[in-house]
């Protein structure tokens, strides 16, 4: 029997999954989650790692080379490292990745590595600790940085921070991360304040696109140049200063939609596909774990459901309707 494999109506090869381990998370940052009144999966709702591991495998057998673990914060669910492990050992799976705030990531980065984990992007939007501790509503910086070398020590790299920008909170400290490209090997990747799941006033005027940061790289005078070497990278447009051993990027699914060479998938925590991340659209794995050839046809049909462009610039324009229906899930509750 011939197995098919994850292309849409559009053409788009899907070789890559991103996995929502858990909906809960140790931080509070203000552009995922309420500081209170959060309602969090009951753990019988949450996919086991056997279940995981099954979806895993039939979506492996279906092309998906590439898995991301992420949540919530993947690192709060117990013992993560056998869930890699478990996944590493699927054949046709080529590379595991990990986002995560970092927090609890210090004393595991060598454990994860050893299960088989590949590589790590890490939240970090901001160097402050006084601010740092306001986005994140309570979380200290430091930590973040010894895991970054924690995980330098443990080999995970290239090293991604993901850096989210809001005007007027943390876009003074652009220059800083770039600069820190220049004597370190990461990759400092600028991405747009999506409106997921709460597309309210707060969004648009927080919003900034990204050609903010071109702007700030020229009024620096700075002489950079794309980079087309970063490992992993997706939909990053990534720049390195001249003589740095680190780079930059910018990932601007809100200004350039990016959707035209999209290829992921996305596993919920309770168990849901979800083709795009903006649209309401789901399918319910439990419904026919176990049935395999059932499994593969929701993958398919899933697929078929998944929009040509997410149309998330929209909400930027006032009286602008979008064609689908957005997903009223927060990003922790999809897997960002
Ligand atoms: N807790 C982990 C972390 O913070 O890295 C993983 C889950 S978090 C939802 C995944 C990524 O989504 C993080 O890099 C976070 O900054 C980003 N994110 C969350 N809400 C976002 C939003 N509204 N717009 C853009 N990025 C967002
Ligand atoms: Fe938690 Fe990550 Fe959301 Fe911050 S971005 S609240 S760390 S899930």
Redesign the pocket.
Known sequence: MTIPRLVDSFGRQHEYLRISVTDR?N?R?V??MPEEGMEFEPTDKVLTYEEIADVVRVAAGMGISKIRL?????LVRKELEKLVGMISSIPGIEDISL???GVFLASRAARLKEAGLTRV???L?SLRPDRFKMITRGGNVKKVLDSIDACVKAGLTPIKL?V?LMKGINDDEIIDFITMTQDNDINVRF??????GHSDSRWKNLYLPLTEVKEICERQNWDYEPSSNVKGSGPSENYRLKGAIGSFGLIHPVSEHFCKSCNRLRLTADGFIKPCLAWTEQFQVRDVLGDDDALRQMFLDALGTKPENHEMSKFLLAGSKTTYTPTNRR??QI??
């Open positions: 998370c931080l940052c552009y995922c992420t949540g919530g914060e993947p986002t995560t705030n992007n890490i939240s939007d993901n989210v991405i747009e304040y999506m409106p997921i990003m922790s897997g960002g």
